[in-house]
């Protein structure tokens, strides 16, 4: 199956900011998942211009939902957010792709540095 205009979008966006590889493959990921969770709901955009950035907020809302990987929805939703900046939208059209996030308190480590944990806010 050929990629999709909208992926060769992406593609080329990544590339224009200079994405190192672990950052092109997570946004390639990240990109086919939102494609697959745009086309149960509506017609897949053929310009990410066209893209409705509340149907990607809702994405990021359900892939937050039971993610235990905090770390790696942070990494996913700064790809997303940074190809979005680069095909030309405003930081105010993007303020709804965000997660809630809290640093917790752990036990010191052996050495007695300080240790926190990230967990999603419900």
């Not at 892939?63 to 990987?69: A, F, L, V």
Request: hydrophobic share 40%; net charge neutral.
């Amino acid at each position: 199956m050929s990629d999709s205009l909208l992926i060769h979008q992406v593609r080329y966006c990544a590339e224009r900011i200079g994405f190192n590889d672990t950052m092109r493959t997570i946004t390639n990921t990240v990109w086919l998942a939102i494609e697959q969770f745009t086309a149960r709901y509506s017609e897949i955009p053929k310009r990410l211009e066209d893209l409705n950035v509340a149907s990607v907020a809702r994405f990021i809302e359900t892939r937050s939902e039971g993610n235990p990987d905090v770390e790696s929805l942070l990494l996913e939703l700064t790809c997303v957010r940074l190809i979005l900046l680069e095909s030309g939208f405003s930081h105010n059209e993007l303020t709804q792709l965000s997660v809630r996030v809290r640093r917790e308190r752990l036990v010191n480590d052996k050495s007695g540095k300080y240790q926190f944990a990230k967990r999603l806010y419900a």
